[in-house]
């Protein structure tokens, strides 16, 4: 069989004409609905079982990031099937294919591919490390299969960035003393109709069922980085998903590792986060899914949200608490890989949060190694990360040390000194300078309106340069430089147990500028001011498929977010881009722990 994949202009399809639309790595091309169509059934009358990729197409637009096939059965069938792909891309795809026809040896333009169940039957040729199909899945390592992070589709009436905006907006919604009229005036998402929400009913319906309650106000992960407020609710519909599983496991000292079960972006960036809030579904592109690092157990009585007017509500709460404080918590970890615990000689991972987030913390060493990132690719588009698993204690508590590292990092709620509070480490001081705080008006063009009140990126304004002495001054601080890694501890450095989150006790041995590149940018606000030396590496760094910088800076264009960024807020870029760099900075240190992992396995 040969497939041939042609990227698809924006071209009207003729009708009655059958394509094969395919997303070369990723299964989820099309929905289910569409998969199991009538039109897609009447394509393969004769098929066995499943296919995942037909689809008749109506005349109609077809959009641009599709790919189009064409697949070609033989009246008889090879007992050993064989699947050859080759793939075409750009503007002149069709003077390609035509110059394609000349070749001598036309069928060693093609490249051999395996469609098989650990690669999800993609069609997609795969380069991968030779063991990494042996890795367990993330998936394979937890109890509990993971949650979607919520969905809102509510015009944002239920996120804000401002928490005492939207605490007005939702008192308001729950108050019987506002019409609904008055709530319309307000022109909110609440009020209008969507799919599957009538905001009239909704609203009847949830007002009902709950009063307000001020601790369902809460920090919510938006996008990598990226920080709001949600008032959540369990009553439908008021999210369009809300996902109490993850709203169950969202408790003061539970986190949460992020990441999805295929990539979808290009460049994808690294594909975990981790988070101590609640999350978006959108938190990641392709959907983000969420693995809390510990359990709790539902609490068996479901406490009473209406107050009744008898004064019974608190009475209700006080009789449930017991239940809530009682609930057992343990480590969500599979039975597999607890019993890889154990044959390290670790056991009871559920005495305390250090031993349950052993494996978390080590995945998330491995997932931020640019190593693992480029050997793997290929795998990571297709399906969940796969993990090595070390071969001893030795190997997972120091892998899991430099994930903690990378956990203090991401961790947006948590101070983290020497690298967004307090002395600041020398080789990031210079890094990320704001010129000016006379006018925080966004205006370079970050950003603006879609469709459908959708955000989108905008080219915006940055200059690119070369570092400056004065920025690179301070990366020259003594330190002890001998031996290979970027970081080294020295002799005056604090033990594991006496480091606070996000320090390492490591000096630089090799110098910054050999990792952090040769070229940084000054991003500009507007004509007036900009943030000063954000080097290159630090404004490209992806998480998720999102360019974590551009895209916080896109939803906070000034026309968007209909005012200036307070101090604070310009501020938060500042801290962001040295979270960056301090992971970059590290990634050496990644690099040599993956391969050193890599090196001495077991399976799971």
């Known amino acids: 069989m040969l497939a041939d994949a042609i990227g698809l202009r924006r071209e009207n399809v003729p009708q009655n004409k059958f394509l094969l639309r395919i997303g070369w790595g990723d299964s989820n091309c099309l929905g289910n609905g569409e998969r199991n169509s009538p039109q897609a059934k009447a394509a393969r009358p004769n098929e066995r079982g499943p296919v995942r990729f037909f689809h008749r197409i109506q005349p109609r637009r077809h959009p641009r990031w599709h790919a189009i096939s064409l697949l070609v059965r033989k009246p008889k069938r090879s007992k050993k099937p064989q699947v050859l792909f080759r793939q075409f891309?750009?503007?002149?795809?069709?003077?390609?294919?035509?110059?394609?026809?000349?070749?001598?040896?036309?069928?060693?333009?093609?490249?051999?591919?395996?469609?098989?169940?650990?690669?999800?039957?993609?069609f997609c040729p795969s380069d991968v490390t030779g063991d990494y199909h042996a890795w367990p899945r993330l998936t394979e390592l937890c109890a509990v299969a993971p949650s979607n992070g919520?969905?809102?589709?509510?015009a944002g009436a239920l996120i804000d960035i401002d928490r005492m905006a939207l605490e007005r907006r939702m008192r308001d919604y729950y108050d019987p003393n506002v019409s609904w009229d008055e709530l319309k005036a307000l022109k909110t998402g609440l009020t209008e109709d969507a799919a599957r929400f009538d905001a009239k009913k909704a609203h009847e319906k949830v007002t009902d069922a709950e009063d307000f309650q001020p601790d369902h106000l809460r920090r919510y992960a938006l996008r990598p980085f990226d920080t709001r407020f949600c008032y959540f609710s369990s009553e439908r519909p008021l999210w369009n998903e809300p996902r109490p599983t993850l709203w169950q496991q969202c408790w003061k000292g539970n986190t949460f590792l992020m990441s999805s079960p295929a990539g979808v972006a290009s460049p994808e960036g690294f594909p975990l986060f981790y988070t101590p809030l609640l999350g978006d579904n959108d938190s990641?592109?392709?959907?983000?899914?969420?693995?809390?690092?510990?359990?709790?157990?539902?609490?068996?009585?479901?406490?009473?949200?209406?107050?009744?007017?008898?004064?019974?509500?608190?009475?209700?709460?006080?009789?449930?608490?017991?239940?809530?404080?009682?609930?057992?918590?343990?480590?969500?970890?599979?039975?597999?890989?607890?019993?890889?615990?154990?044959?390290?000689g670790?056991?009871?991972?559920?005495?305390?949060?250090?031993?349950?987030?052993?494996?978390?913390?080590?995945?998330?060493?491995?997932?931020?190694?640019?190593?693992?990132?480029?050997?793997?690719?290929?795998?990571?588009?297709?399906?969940?990360?796969?993990?090595?698993?070390?071969?001893?204690?030795?190997?997972?508590?120091a892998s899991a040390e430099l994930g903690k590292q990378v956990a203090a990092l991401l961790d947006t709620e948590t101070p983290l000194t020497g690298v967004a509070n307090g002395s600041v480490r020398p080789e990031l001081k210079t890094i990320v300078v704001l010129s000016s705080t006379k006018n925080l008006s966004l205006t370079a063009g970050w950003g603006h309106a879609g469709q459908g009140g959708v955000t989108?990126?905008?080219?915006?304004?940055?200059?690119?340069?070369?570092?400056?002495?004065?920025?690179?001054?301070?990366?020259?601080?003594?330190?002890?430089?001998?031996?290979?890694?970027?970081?080294?501890?020295?002799?005056?450095?604090?033990?594991?147990?006496?480091?606070?989150?996000?320090?390492?006790?490591?000096?630089?041995?090799?110098?910054?500028?050999?990792?952090?590149?040769?070229?940084?940018?000054?991003?500009?606000?507007?004509?007036?001011?900009?943030?000063?030396?954000?080097?290159?590496?630090?404004?490209?760094?992806?998480?998720?498929?999102?360019?974590?910088?551009?895209?916080?800076?896109?939803?906070?264009?000034?026309?968007?977010?209909?005012?200036?960024?307070?101090?604070?807020?310009?501020?938060?870029?500042?801290?962001?881009?040295?979270?960056?760099?301090?992971?970059?900075?590290?990634?050496?240190?990644?690099?040599?722990?993956?391969?050193?992992?890599?090196?001495?396995?077991?399976?799971?």
């Not at 006496?498 to 991003?523: C, F, K, M, Y």
Request: proline share 7%.
């Open 456 to 604: 989108m990126p905008g080219k915006g304004k940055f200059e690119t340069r070369p570092f400056t002495a004065e920025e690179t001054a301070s990366w020259t601080a003594p330190a002890e430089r001998s031996g290979d890694g970027a970081l080294a501890r020295t002799k005056d450095s604090p033990g594991p147990d006496d480091l606070r989150a996000g320090e390492s006790g490591v000096a630089l041995r090799l110098p910054p500028q050999s990792i952090l590149g040769q070229s940084t940018h000054d991003v500009f606000l507007n004509d007036d001011a900009c943030w000063r030396n954000i080097p290159a590496p630090v404004w490209d760094y992806t998480i998720g498929g999102y360019q974590v910088i551009k895209k916080w800076l896109s939803y906070r264009e000034f026309d968007l977010l209909g005012r200036a960024l307070t101090p604070d807020e310009a501020r938060e870029v500042t801290h962001m881009a040295r979270r960056i760099a301090a992971l970059i900075l590290l990634q050496p240190e990644l690099d040599k722990n993956y391969q050193a992992v890599k090196s001495a396995t077991v399976a799971l």
């Open 346 to 397: 670790i056991k009871n991972p559920d005495d305390d949060a250090d031993t349950a987030a052993f494996i978390c913390m080590h995945s998330l060493a491995i997932g931020y190694s640019p190593a693992y990132l480029a050997e793997n690719a290929d795998g990571v588009r297709q399906d969940w990360p796969r993990i090595p698993l070390p071969d001893s204690k030795t190997a997972l508590l």
């Open 284 to 344: 990641q592109r392709g959907h983000a899914y969420y693995f809390p690092l510990r359990l709790r157990a539902a609490p068996a009585a479901k406490p009473k949200k209406k107050e009744d007017g008898n004064g019974e509500f608190k009475s209700v709460l006080n009789e449930a608490a017991p239940a809530y404080n009682a609930d057992k918590i343990t480590a969500n970890l599979s039975p597999a890989a607890r019993a890889y615990l154990a044959k390290l």
């Open 89 to 122: 891309w750009g503007t002149d795809k069709r003077g390609e294919i035509l110059e394609s026809l000349k070749a001598k040896q036309f069928a060693k333009q093609y490249e051999k591919v395996a469609p098989e169940k650990s690669n999800r039957f993609s």
């Open 150 to 154: 919520l969905m809102e589709k509510r």
